[in-house]
């Protein structure tokens, strides 16, 4: 395919937490116990910032389909960040509405926005194009349709201490206007075992050293899952993730989302642990669990 290149904590409205971390509804208490773990971070992690991020650099990849509507605050939430970016490298998927005319404006603005455009070819296709375009010595990927906290990269690039680490941190899903989860709901210490069971590391929530995929990439032959396959493929070579268990972004799933498309997921789950295989035997009873997802999945979802 050919491409062409052409701490102040953001107040959320806090939710009363129901099960596997479901919400609904405010509740002050909630709100103050996330307020005290960012400002705890906050504290943990500024002078580490400070010696740390002076002279690296982070570039955004944003991948894009027929997203002007939301687009615009994707890219405002990265420009927005208390660590400034050294370029937001937005990848067009080949849109038919007005993302050119959205992304022209902010080329104009900012020298930091890079636009690249190409034939449609789906997201993870255009996550590679942009790796291949980025520089900087760290990379972070954002969504088109998502916003980040503005003190994202601020919170997650400390943690990063040698050239096989990845840090991530909990978002938040957001389904409607009345229900959203917090995924993962609690700290996660030991996240390469975490992974053999399920994907918790989102696309948007990760920052980690570009070099890191030099050799490895997003897997375009996977209708789904693409994300949490990268991460396998990390682990197996002993790349080492850091979580932060506090919700720095938004994750806002739309109508057309691919996230909804449960024939893609269990077609890309099969996949995985076919793939992953030999990773996946170090966690038997994981393993036979997802095998069990496979089977009794698509079977359970033609009864209802």
């Given at each position: 395919?050919?491409?062409?290149?052409?701490?102040?904590?953001q107040?959320r409205?806090?939710?009363r937490?129901?099960?596997?971390g479901?919400?609904?509804g405010?509740?002050?208490?909630?709100s103050?116990?996330?307020?005290?773990?960012?400002?705890?971070m906050t504290?943990?992690?500024s002078?580490?910032?400070?010696?740390?991020?002076?002279?690296?650099?982070?570039?955004v990849?944003?991948?894009?389909y027929?997203?002007?509507?939301?687009?615009?605050?994707?890219?405002?939430?990265?420009?927005?960040q208390?660590?400034?970016?050294?370029?937001?490298?937005?990848?067009?998927?080949?849109?038919?509405?007005?993302?050119?005319?959205?992304i022209?404006?902010?080329?104009?603005?900012?020298?930091?926005?890079?636009?690249?455009?190409?034939?449609h070819?789906?997201?993870?296709?255009a996550?590679?194009?942009?790796?291949a375009?980025?520089?900087?010595?760290f990379?972070?990927?954002q969504?088109?349709d998502?916003?980040?906290d503005p003190?994202?990269?601020?919170t997650?690039?400390?943690?990063?201490?040698?050239p096989?680490?990845?840090?991530?941190c909990?978002i938040r899903?957001?389904?409607?206007?009345?229900?959203?989860?917090?995924l993962p709901a609690?700290?996660?210490?030991?996240p390469?075992r975490?992974l053999?069971?399920?994907?918790?590391?989102?696309?948007?929530?990760?920052?980690?050293?570009?070099?890191?995929l030099?050799?490895?990439?997003?897997d375009?032959?996977?209708p789904?899952?693409?994300?949490?396959?990268?991460w396998?493929?990390?682990?197996?070579?002993?790349?080492?993730?850091?979580?932060?268990?506090?919700?720095?972004v938004?994750?806002?799933?739309?109508?057309?989302?691919?996230?909804?498309n449960?024939?893609?997921y269990?077609?890309?789950?099969?996949?995985i642990?076919w793939k992953?295989?030999?990773?996946?035997?170090?966690?038997p009873?994981e393993?036979?669990?997802?095998?069990?997802?496979v089977?009794?999945?698509?079977?359970?979802?033609?009864?209802?």
């Amino acid at each position: 395919m050919q491409w062409s290149a052409t701490f102040i904590w953001q107040q959320r409205v806090p939710h009363r937490r129901h099960g596997c971390g479901t919400t609904t509804g405010p509740t002050d208490e909630t709100s103050r116990s996330t307020d005290a773990i960012v400002l705890s971070m906050t504290s943990a992690v500024s002078c580490a910032h400070q010696a740390s991020t002076m002279r690296q650099e982070i570039d955004v990849v944003i991948p894009t389909y027929n997203r002007a509507r939301t687009l615009g605050r994707a890219i405002d939430s990265v420009l927005g960040q208390s660590l400034p970016v050294h370029e937001v490298i937005v990848v067009d998927d080949g849109s038919t509405d007005e993302t050119a005319t959205l992304i022209a404006k902010y080329v104009a603005q900012d020298p930091r926005v890079v636009y690249m455009r190409g034939s449609h070819a789906g997201a993870p296709a255009a996550r590679n194009c942009g790796i291949a375009r980025a520089t900087a010595e760290f990379i972070a990927f954002q969504d088109s349709d998502d916003e980040w906290d503005p003190h994202l990269l601020e919170t997650l690039l400390p943690l990063i201490e040698g050239p096989d680490q990845v840090a991530f941190c909990s978002i938040r899903l957001n389904r409607d206007e009345a229900t959203s989860s917090i995924l993962p709901a609690g700290f996660v210490a030991n996240p390469a075992r975490m992974l053999r069971r399920q994907n918790i590391v989102s696309t948007q929530a990760a920052v980690l050293p570009r070099s890191l995929l030099d050799e490895t990439k997003f897997d375009t032959r996977l209708p789904r899952l693409q994300d949490w396959d990268l991460w396998l493929s990390l682990t197996a070579r002993n790349v080492r993730f850091q979580h932060v268990p506090v919700p720095l972004v938004q994750v806002n799933v739309q109508a057309d989302s691919i996230t909804r498309n449960s024939e893609a997921y269990y077609l890309a789950l099969r996949m995985i642990l076919w793939k992953h295989r030999r990773q996946f035997v170090r966690s038997p009873y994981e393993y036979l669990r997802n095998i069990a997802r496979v089977v009794v999945g698509p079977i359970l979802r033609k009864t209802v």
